[in-house]
């Protein structure tokens, strides 16, 4: 039965009016700008069909920033998920009062994303930074964290695991917490050892929570400029220039915004791939649970 | 039991290392911005020796912080408290009435959840100066005001209310709009205040939007302002830290009292159900 309440568009009109204002308007401008050769200021615009698309994907500098930001997104998920899982493991079996620390542990997700990048920045500065004062005592001479090109990569997966550990800490132990202790207890009375009641109990029940929250880190890596802007700039040259700096330079730098469109119509495409193989993924996982 | 006791002191331990490895560059921050400026270069003592604030008056008054704190203040308030009555409302439509097309609608509020929003800046930033809101206040709300996850988390709590309690208020002779707000938001203060709570630090967190919608410095945030003295200062890191801690302080003082909720509310938006 279909029954139309009175002052219905009410309740859509303020949420759907600014949805159509600032998403949807900018997203149909950014196809439509994506056609044109337009610098910003200029006023001229030519449209040049998919002359835009034609530069980004014949240029080198488009595809070092995907293979950046692939290795920056795979580099720091990996470090996140491997030490967030030890310890939300860890606080799983913990029954005293370390669960405390926990407090601290999240303090660093908590914190302004610039302010985290600017601490770090200062443990990394060169000689006078915790990390060279602490290697030059031991008469060690440390790399250019930020500005050699494999040690900027290396520092920027760093410092996004040192922001997101914490997350993924908790959205797995929350996960631990929903386990069925009857499957542990079992495990315990067949007499499994530690580290085979974690393959084959803990982690195969926990597999919908390790891809969901491995996917909307990967997911984040889309949006995430802070940390990188304020650590290297993208630097030295393009060697952490992630898609997102990019589409910045593009844009606000070069101000070449029919380009800059284009890369983000390109980057809406990859990510919505993205979400359709994890959603696939994710399907697929929620049936070999059911095994 | 031993063995119990032993493994649980290695758990703690741990647990232990990461929470200082996790809290050192904090507490570095901080140790730093309680130094002179020449000291800091030439010996570094890992405890806090010596309590300069010397750092903080020079950085309270050469720099325009307080200016940037009642811009960070007013757009993340007036963000959140928009955000939740439109997200508040639409949820209430998608979970409450019946109406072609609803489906299709709580799709796109979903489907926008999913979009890189920064990969649409340049257009949101024509938009914005075509407004003529460039450097201003609602330059920097109106596009913050897209948190489909406060629609989905508001749907998710409504539809589990009994429908027997809104057949009540309706039989009073109430409508809709008393239904939300005497009802279903009285019922969900909890959630609210995790919803605000979460929305208010992401906003204040905010960097890149506002960085690009702004280039006045009477109009900066926190995080854009402090990352424009950060060029100005050169090496001095005592006011720089002092600075950044200044910056951080509302979340990290608010976080320490309200761990438990800041917590649920992280990860309730993250898109765990609380």
Partial sequence: MVRWQRGLWLFFLPSFGLLALVLLWPLSYAVYLSFFDYYLGSGERTFIGLGNYVDLLTEARLWNSMRTTIIIAFGSVAVEFLVGFALALALYRLHGSAKVFSVLLFLPHIVTPVVAALFLKWMLASNWGFVDATLLTFNIEPPDWLGDPVWAKVSVILADAWVFTPLVMMVLYAALQGLDTSLLEAAQIDGASSWNTLRHVIVPALIPAIIFVISIRLMDVFRFFDLIYVLTGGGPGTATETITIYTYQLGFRMLEVGKASALGVITLIVVAMLLLTINRGLNKAYRGGDR | ?274
């Avoid at chain 2, 140790?31 to 002179?36: A, D, E, I, K, M």
């Avoid at chain 2, 979970?95 to 999913?114: C, D, H, I, N, W």
């Avoid at chain 2, 006045?216 to 402090?226: C, L, N």
């Fill in chain 2, 1 to 274: 039991m031993t063995a119990r006791r032993a493994r649980n002191f290695a758990f703690s331990g741990l647990v232990l290392i990461a929470a200082m490895i996790w809290i050192f560059p904090l507490y570095w921050a901080l140790t730093t911005s309680l130094r002179s400026e020449n000291r800091i270069v030439s010996d570094a003592g890992v405890f806090i020796d010596e309590l300069n604030i010397s750092a903080y008056v020079e950085v309270l008054s050469t720099s325009k912080l307080p200016i940037w704190y009642l811009n960070s203040v007013a757009t993340s308030v007036i963000t959140t408290a928009i955000v939740l009555v439109t997200g508040m409302m639409c949820a209430y439509a998608l979970s409450q009435l019946r109406f072609p097309g609803r489906k299709t609608l709580y799709l796109l509020v979903v489907a926008s959840f999913m979009v890189p929003v920064p990969a649409l800046y340049v257009a949101q930033f024509i938009l914005m100066s075509d407004l003529g809101l460039v450097n201003t206040w609602w330059g920097i709300i109106l596009p913050q005001l897209i948190v489909p996850v406060v629609v989905i988390v508001y749907k998710q709590f409504f539809d589990a209310i009994p429908k027997e309690m809104r057949e009540a208020v309706l039989l009073d002779g109430g409508g809709e709009f008393t239904l939300l707000f005497k009802l279903y938001l009285p019922l969900n203060w909890g959630i609210t205040a995790a919803l605000a709570i979460i929305t208010f630090i992401t906003t204040w967190n905010n960097f890149f939007w506002p960085f690009l919608v702004v280039t006045s410095e009477d109009m900066m945030t926190i995080p854009v302002g402090i990352t424009q003295v950060n060029d100005a200062f050169g090496v001095a890191y005592a006011r720089m830290m002092a600075l950044a801690l200044l910056a951080a302080a509302p979340v990290i003082i608010g976080y320490l009292i309200f761990q438990k909720r800041v917590t649920e509310a992280v990860m309730i938006s993250a898109g765990v159900k609380g």
